[in-house]
C-alpha cells in the first residue's frame, strides 16, 4: 500500500483558516490542506467592513485577499466555499460535510483537524427575523446589502442596536452617510470594554458628532409592517427609523464542536492548551472560535481581534503539520478609530480585575501628544490600572486624535512583562516637541498611579 | 550656634538644573537651593530652537518655561542668572563663582553640590572667530541672532557643517525660509547615529528636498572679508555661502568639574553612580554633562536627551536632599521629525555593537503605517537588531510620515527588558486598519530577524 500524505482539514476560511492552512502547507510541503468554509468566500478583510459604508475602501472585491483559486496556486492549499461542517466524528477521524450549493452531504476523513469557525452576530430575540431592513454587519454580504439597502432606499434615520466596536464605527459611517443615528444600549454608557472615565470620553466623543444615545435599555418590542421594521421599543420610549442595525456582539461558531465532545470555555468559545490543541487529540482551534489566556488574570476568555485569529492559526497551522509551537496568551490589546479619535484599550476593565481578585488602583490624566505650545498638539487622555499590592500594571486605555494606538503598543508590552508602575516609569520614551512631550502621557498617568499607589 | 538648614547649590539652570532644583526641594523644603546659570536665561525649552526658525513657535518668550522670579515663587528655588561658577573646592565645600553682571567673582559654601552645566556647542578650528555670518545653534541668545540676521540680511545660501540631529533640523528651517542649502559632513551619509538603510533613506529625504549634500568632507580653509565668511574650502571644493551654521555636535561642560578630581568618562562626560554622585562625596551631577549607562551595552556614553536631562535631573536633586532614589541606564531612543518624516533611532549602531563585542544580526524591511489599501497608508522602513548568540533585540531604527515615534517606544521599551526576538514575535499590537496594519511593521521585521538568526 502507498504512503499517504497526511491530510489536514481546516473548518472555516475567513481569517484563521486561510493563515492555519498557509502555516501548515509550509511546515508540510507534502500535506494535503483542504479548507471548508460555509460562506461564499475565502480569506476575506472583516475588519475593514465599515469602511466600504464610508467610501474609504470603494470596492468590496479589495476585502477578498484570496479566492479558492489563488490559494490553490501560491500556497498549495484547496479551500471549498460554500460547504459547511455539519459534525464531527473524533473516533473515526470523520467529518460530515455539506455543499451548499448541490445540496448534499458527505463524509470526509481528516489526519488533523483545525476548526477556525469564527464567530458570527447576536441576533436579538426580540426583533422578529425576515424583516428586509433589519442589518447586521460581520459578514460581507451583510456589508455589501447594507451599503445596497441605504443607496437604494435612501433612509434618512438609523437605529443602532449595541454601544460596542461595530455599533460604534458603523455609528460613523452612517453619519458619513447623512443618516440620523441613534443608539440604543444595555450600559450606562458606550464602549463596555474601557474603564468609565474613558466611556465618558467616548459618550462625549459620540454625542458630539450628533448621534442620540439611548443608554441603559434594551429591545422589548417592536413594531413592523409587512417586512418593514417601523420601530422598537424599549422600558423608556419607542425609536421610529428607517433602518436598524443589530450589532450586540458576537457568538462563536462550536455548536458542531461541541457536539462532538470539544470542551468549551465559560465565554463560548473552544478551550485549547498552548498548542492551540483541544481536548480531543489531533483536533486544533484557532481564531474567533476560540477562547485566549489573558496574561495579566491567567483566565481565558473571547479575544475576537484579527491579529489573534493570525498568530493563534498559525501555531495551530504549524503543529497540525507536525511542528512545535506555541501561543502563551495575550494582553487584549484593541484600537477604535473614531470620528478622528484614537481609542485605545489595552488589558481588561478595573470591573473584570476585582472580579478576578485583584484589588486594582487606578489614576486618569489629561495630557498633551506633543509640546504643548507646537502646532497640532491634542488632548490625550490616558488611565492606567496596577494591582494595589504587586504594583504590577494591568491595564491602559488611551484617547486622542493621534499617537494613542501605538502608545497602546507600549502599555501592552509593559503589561506582558508584568512590569510594576516603579519599573514602567523608568523606561524610554523618545522627544522631539514635533511628535511628542517632554514627559511622555503614559509616564505622567504612572507617576500619578505611583502617587495613588503609596510610594 | 542655631541649625543652619542645608544648602544644595546647582551649577547650571537650563534644563536638568531646574529640574533638580525643584525635586530636592520638594523633598527637604527646608533646603536652601541655589542655582548658578552662566547665561542670561533660566529654565529653556533648548530641543525647540529649530522652530523659531521655522515660525512654528512664533515668540521665542514661549521657551522661557521660568524666571527667576517664578522659580523663587512656585518652586522656593533661588536661581542666579549671568553667574558662572569657575572652581569646585571639594574639601572645603566650597564653589567659585562669578557674577558676569558685575564682573566679581566671590566664593560660596554648599552642603550638597550638583553639577547640571549642560553641553556646548563644538566650535570648528578652521573658522576664524568672531565672523558675524557663522552661527552656532544651541543657546536661545544664538538662535535669536541667526533669525534676526537672516530676516535682516536676507541671504539666499547657507552652508551648515555637520549633519546630525542640529544641523538636519536647521536645515530644513532654513529651507522653509526659502535658502539654498549646502550640507558638509564627514562621514558617508548623514545621521550617524542610526544604521546604514536608515542613512540612506534619510539622505534621499535630504536630497528630495532640494539640499545639496558633501559627504566625505571636511571644512579644511576658509576664504574671509572683513567680518565675513565668504566660503569654506574642503578637499573636494569650495562652497559660497551668506551664512554658515557650524553644527558638529556638543561638548560637555566639564572642564571645571575635571580640574577639581571629578571623574571623566571615555565620551568627555561627567561619571557618575546610580545615584547621580561622582566620584567626591557630596557632589552628584545630572544631564548633558554626563555620561549615561547604556542598558545593552552597559558602557556608558553620552545621551544628550532632554527626557534623560530630567529624569537624572530628578535622581539627583532627590538624593542631594537627602532621598534615595536611583538611576540605572537608559536606552538611547530619540527621534528626528523633519521634512514630514519621523526618524527614529532607539540603541546604539551595528558599528558600535560590534566594536562592544557583539556579533550583530541585522534586517530590514519596507511596510506599511496602515492597512496598505487604506487612505492614508505611508510606507514605514524598519531596521532591527539582535544578537546572534544570545538573540537579545539591541536596537531599532523607524523612519516613516506617521507612528515611528511611538514604534521606537516599544522597541526601546523591548531592548530595556532584553527580549529576544523571539518573545519579542509573542508581544501585543493593536490592529484596525485605519490606524496600524495586521501584522505591525516591528514583528514584519522581527520575523525577517527571526529567520536570519536561524530559527
Given at each position: 500500500m502507498a504512503s499517504r500524505s497526511k491530510r489536514i482539514v481546516i473548518i472555516g476560511?475567513?481569517?484563521?483558516g486561510p493563515a492555519a492552512a498557509a502555516k501548515a502547507k509550509r511546515i508540510d510541503p507534502t500535506a494535503e490542506v483542504i479548507i471548508y468554509e460555509k460562506?461564499?468566500?475565502?480569506?476575506?478583510?472583516?475588519?475593514?467592513?465599515p469602511y466600504l459604508l464610508t467610501g474609504e475602501?470603494?470596492?468590496?472585491?479589495?476585502?477578498?485577499?484570496?479566492t479558492p483559486e489563488s490559494l490553490k496556486r501560491d500556497k498549495g492549499v484547496l479551500a471549498f466555499p460554500r460547504?459547511?461542517?455539519?459534525?464531527?466524528f473524533p473516533s473515526r477521524r470523520l467529518i460530515e460535510v455539506r455543499s451548499l450549493g448541490e445540496g448534499i452531504s458527505r463524509e470526509e476523513r481528516y489526519d488533523k483537524l483545525i476548526i477556525a469557525s469564527g464567530c458570527r452576530a447576536k441576533t436579538l430575540n426580540e426583533i422578529p427575523t425576515g424583516l428586509d431592513n433589519v442589518f447586521h454587519l460581520k459578514t460581507l454580504s451583510e456589508a455589501i446589502a447594507l451599503k445596497t439597502f441605504i443607496h437604494e432606499r435612501r433612509p434618512k434615520r438609523v437605529c443602532i442596536v449595541g454601544a460596542g466596536f461595530v455599533g460604534i464605527e458603523a455609528a460613523e459611517a452612517f453619519r458619513i452617510m447623512g443618516l440620523n443615528v441613534d443608539m440604543i444600549f444595555l450600559?450606562?454608557?458606550?464602549?463596555?470594554?474601557?474603564d468609565d472615565e474613558g466611556r465618558r470620553i467616548v459618550e462625549r466623543i459620540l454625542t458630539d458628532n450628533g448621534i442620540t444615545l439611548h443608554a441603559n435599555q434594551s429591545v422589548l418590542s417592536t413594531t413592523t409592517s409587512g417586512k418593514r421594521l417601523l420601530a422598537v421599543r424599549t422600558s423608556q420610549r419607542e425609536i421610529e427609523a428607517d433602518v436598524f442595525l443589530i450589532a450586540i456582539g458576537f457568538l462563536p461558531n462550536v455548536e458542531f464542536a461541541r457536539a462532538a465532545g470539544i470542551r468549551i470555555g465559560q465565554d463560548g468559545g473552544i478551550l485549547t492548551d498552548q498548542r492551540q490543541m483541544t481536548n480531543i487529540d489531533g483536533i486544533y482551534a484557532a481564531g474567533d472560535c476560540t477562547e485566549i489566556r489573558d496574561i495579566s488574570t491567567r483566565k481565558t476568555m473571547m479575544m475576537p481581534f484579527a491579529s489573534l485569529a493570525y498568530r493563534t492559526a498559525r501555531v495551530a497551522g504549524e503543529n497540525a503539520a507536525g511542528g512545535s509551537a506555541s501561543f502563551k496568551g495575550a494582553v487584549p490589546n484593541s484600537i477604535l478609530h473614531v470620528f478622528g479619535y484614537e481609542i485605545a484599550q489595552c488589558g481588561v476593565t478595573v470591573a473584570s480585575l476585582k472580579e478576578r481578585g485583584f484589588t486594582p488602583v487606578h489614576a486618569h490624566v489629561l495630557a498633551q501628544?506633543?509640546?504643548?505650545?507646537?502646532?497640532?498638539s491634542e488632548p490625550m487622555f490616558v488611565s492606567m490600572t496596577a494591582d494595589a499590592r504587586s504594583r504590577v500594571i494591568l491595564n491602559a486605555n488611551i484617547i486622542a486624535k493621534e499617537h494613542a494606538a501605538q502608545r497602546a503598543n507600549v502599555a501592552a508590552l509593559a503589561i506582558r512583562k508584568h512590569m510594576t508602575i516603579d519599573e514602567f516609569l523608568e523606561s524610554d520614551f523618545v522627544y522631539t516637541p514635533r511628535s511628542a512631550p517632554m514627559i511622555d502621557p503614559l509616564h505622567v498617568c504612572a507617576r500619578k498611579l505611583q502617587l495613588k499607589s503609596g510610594s
Amino acid at each position: 500500500m502507498a504512503s499517504r500524505s497526511k491530510r489536514i482539514v481546516i473548518i472555516g476560511g475567513i481569517a484563521s483558516g486561510p493563515a492555519a492552512a498557509a502555516k501548515a502547507k509550509r511546515i508540510d510541503p507534502t500535506a494535503e490542506v483542504i479548507i471548508y468554509e460555509k460562506g461564499p468566500h475565502v480569506s476575506l478583510g472583516v475588519c475593514e467592513l465599515p469602511y466600504l459604508l464610508t467610501g474609504e475602501i470603494p470596492n468590496p472585491d479589495t476585502l477578498i485577499i484570496q479566492t479558492p483559486e489563488s490559494l490553490k496556486r501560491d500556497k498549495g492549499v484547496l479551500a471549498f466555499p460554500r460547504h459547511r461542517v455539519e459534525a464531527i466524528f473524533p473516533s473515526r477521524r470523520l467529518i460530515e460535510v455539506r455543499s451548499l450549493g448541490e445540496g448534499i452531504s458527505r463524509e470526509e476523513r481528516y489526519d488533523k483537524l483545525i476548526i477556525a469557525s469564527g464567530c458570527r452576530a447576536k441576533t436579538l430575540n426580540e426583533i422578529p427575523t425576515g424583516l428586509d431592513n433589519v442589518f447586521h454587519l460581520k459578514t460581507l454580504s451583510e456589508a455589501i446589502a447594507l451599503k445596497t439597502f441605504i443607496h437604494e432606499r435612501r433612509p434618512k434615520r438609523v437605529c443602532i442596536v449595541g454601544a460596542g466596536f461595530v455599533g460604534i464605527e458603523a455609528a460613523e459611517a452612517f453619519r458619513i452617510m447623512g443618516l440620523n443615528v441613534d443608539m440604543i444600549f444595555l450600559e450606562e454608557r458606550p464602549l463596555p470594554y474601557i474603564d468609565d472615565e474613558g466611556r465618558r470620553i467616548v459618550e462625549r466623543i459620540l454625542t458630539d458628532n450628533g448621534i442620540t444615545l439611548h443608554a441603559n435599555q434594551s429591545v422589548l418590542s417592536t413594531t413592523t409592517s409587512g417586512k418593514r421594521l417601523l420601530a422598537v421599543r424599549t422600558s423608556q420610549r419607542e425609536i421610529e427609523a428607517d433602518v436598524f442595525l443589530i450589532a450586540i456582539g458576537f457568538l462563536p461558531n462550536v455548536e458542531f464542536a461541541r457536539a462532538a465532545g470539544i470542551r468549551i470555555g465559560q465565554d463560548g468559545g473552544i478551550l485549547t492548551d498552548q498548542r492551540q490543541m483541544t481536548n480531543i487529540d489531533g483536533i486544533y482551534a484557532a481564531g474567533d472560535c476560540t477562547e485566549i489566556r489573558d496574561i495579566s488574570t491567567r483566565k481565558t476568555m473571547m479575544m475576537p481581534f484579527a491579529s489573534l485569529a493570525y498568530r493563534t492559526a498559525r501555531v495551530a497551522g504549524e503543529n497540525a503539520a507536525g511542528g512545535s509551537a506555541s501561543f502563551k496568551g495575550a494582553v487584549p490589546n484593541s484600537i477604535l478609530h473614531v470620528f478622528g479619535y484614537e481609542i485605545a484599550q489595552c488589558g481588561v476593565t478595573v470591573a473584570s480585575l476585582k472580579e478576578r481578585g485583584f484589588t486594582p488602583v487606578h489614576a486618569h490624566v489629561l495630557a498633551q501628544s506633543r509640546v504643548s505650545f507646537m502646532p497640532g498638539s491634542e488632548p490625550m487622555f490616558v488611565s492606567m490600572t496596577a494591582d494595589a499590592r504587586s504594583r504590577v500594571i494591568l491595564n491602559a486605555n488611551i484617547i486622542a486624535k493621534e499617537h494613542a494606538a501605538q502608545r497602546a503598543n507600549v502599555a501592552a508590552l509593559a503589561i506582558r512583562k508584568h512590569m510594576t508602575i516603579d519599573e514602567f516609569l523608568e523606561s524610554d520614551f523618545v522627544y522631539t516637541p514635533r511628535s511628542a512631550p517632554m514627559i511622555d502621557p503614559l509616564h505622567v498617568c504612572a507617576r500619578k498611579l505611583q502617587l495613588k499607589s503609596g510610594s
